[in-house]
């Protein structure tokens, strides 16, 4: 089982992102692709390479077998009660929309609406993305439409829905995050004599080293870290001044700032 067509309902950063992964990656030819916005000319990158752009939730939604619902929060039950008439059985659900329940979303739909919430990150355009995914029991033999989609824009994991929020602190705010480690960590290269350009470069293929060794080995980050740590050598020195200064304690409390700040709104 697969999905022939894709709608991805509201082309803001997190669907145009959605769909240019799926371009990227072949996922689907791009005649194959729908994707909606009200000002339709923002998207006209991805029309031009052939993608459907609509200004029509409706007619996108009935057009596909597979619907991404990639929009705000305050207009999930609105967006989906339009593209209602379009929905059947035979349609799956996807809601990227963070702090909107699977009963919020059931209810809205139908019970005969097979229905599935997943958090992907924004590295999904590169085909690289964290996703995860929840669902209800009923929908168990749509999971594998649901999986083979973003498995082929990174990786997945099916998790219960009450770590849902946990997922988006950690897989989507954390792109974020790790941006705003990789920004710190350039300014100091400046200051220690590289131009901006190599601090960079230096940086960024430093954390996809560092992030590819745990992936491959599915050692723990010590261990690595023990690797490049020698007595009284300068790895040591400069970990131990970072944490003296609160960086793995801020970097905790910033996750659970989130985490709460998501709780609250539900």
Known sequence: MSCN????????????????????????EADKLYITRRRTHQLNHLK????NVLPSNVDAAAACDLIILAIKPYQVVDVIKEIKPALTAQKTLV??????????????????????RAMPNTAIGLGQSMTCISFDKPWADRLPVV?????????????????????????????????????????GGIEIGFSAEMAQLITAQTMK????????????????????????????????EMEHQGFSSS???GLITSYRKIEKSK
């Open 147 to 187: 999986e083979e989609l973003f498995n082929q824009l990174g990786e997945t994991a099916v998790i219960n829905e009450e770590l849902m929020a946990a997922a988006t602190v950690l897989g989507s705010c954390g792109i974020a995050f790790a941006l705003r480690f990789m920004r710190a960590a350039m300014q």
């Open 209 to 240: 080293g560092a992030s590819e060794l745990i992936l491959s080995s599915k050692a723990h980050p010590e261990r690595e870290i023990d690797r490049v740590t020698t007595p009284m050598g300068i790895t040591i020195s400069g970990l131990n």
């Open 251 to 253: 970097l905790i409390q």
């Open 48 to 51: 031009e390479r052939g993608v």
């Open 5 to 28: 067509r894709v709608a991805i309902i509201g082309g803001g950063n997190l669907g145009a992102a959605v769909a240019e992964g799926i371009l990227k990656m072949q996922v689907l």
């Open 95 to 116: 809601s990227l929309v963070s702090g909107v329940s699977s009963e919020v979303l059931q209810k809205a739909a139908g019970s005969d609406i097979p229905v599935f």
